[in-house]
């Protein structure tokens, strides 16, 4: 695992939180969902903590497991973090077609946790072909839309929406969800 160094974090009063990814759009979305939720000021940083699973994970369980384990490794490398967030996107399939979809797993250092799923939204058809060959989704829609690093940006949700749903907006949500627990502590 990569860390960035300590000192490279801003000192701050604010609490804490370690997403655990350096994506862009997942520490944003998480600083947006954090302060929205809170009404207050958060120090929000990203580090590379591992997922432990497939780099397009599939199904309900793998991409589940996939933001708690960032959790984990998150925690890990900043114990002394007040919130850990992990991301992770999924695809799976049914009779109907491939769906995408993500879950958002936090954790606070009292232990208290909370989890969260998005939307789930189906993929063309040529996109879930090109997976089926073995490309994550976000260089299938990289491939299939000429775009460069989109999960970077709007993501597939963005590309789709055409930018109605940006992969920001999408994520945030589900991530106000998440804290569900820690803004009604006396029912968790």
């Known amino acids: 695992m990569n860390f960035p160094k300590r000192e490279n974090f801003q000192a701050s009063e604010k609490p804490l939180v370690i997403v ?5 759009v997942k520490v ?9 939720a809170f009404s207050a000021g958060f120090t929000v940083n990203g580090i590379n903590a591992a997922s ?15 933001a708690r384990n960032r959790v984990i490794n998150s925690k890990k490398a900043f114990p002394e973090a007040d919130y850990w967030v992990g991301i992770e996107g999924g695809i799976e399939s049914d009779e109907r077609g491939m769906f995408a979809f993500a879950w958002i797993y936090i954790e606070h250092k009292s232990g208290l946790h909370g989890k969260a ?13 090109l997976i089926h ?10 491939q ?5 690093n989109s999960k970077q940006n709007g993501g597939a949700v963005g590309i789709l929406t055409r930018g109605a ?15 569900i627990p820690f803004l009604n502590k006396e029912l968790f």
Do not use: M, W
């Open 52 to 66: 432990q699973v497939s780099d397009q994970p599939v199904g309900n369980e793998e991409t589940y497991l996939g």
């Open 28 to 36: 944003a979305c998480t600083e947006s969902a954090f302060t929205e």
């Open 133 to 142: 060959s073995g490309l994550e989704l976000g260089e299938a829609d990289d």
């Open 165 to 179: 749903i940006t992969r920001q907006t999408y994520y945030t949500q589900a991530i106000v969800l998440a804290l």
């Open 20 to 24: 655990g990814s350096k994506n862009i």
């Open 144 to 148: 299939f839309f000429a775009q460069e």
């Open 117 to 129: 799923k998005t939307g789930t939204f189906y993929l063309p058809e040529a996109i879930a072909n």
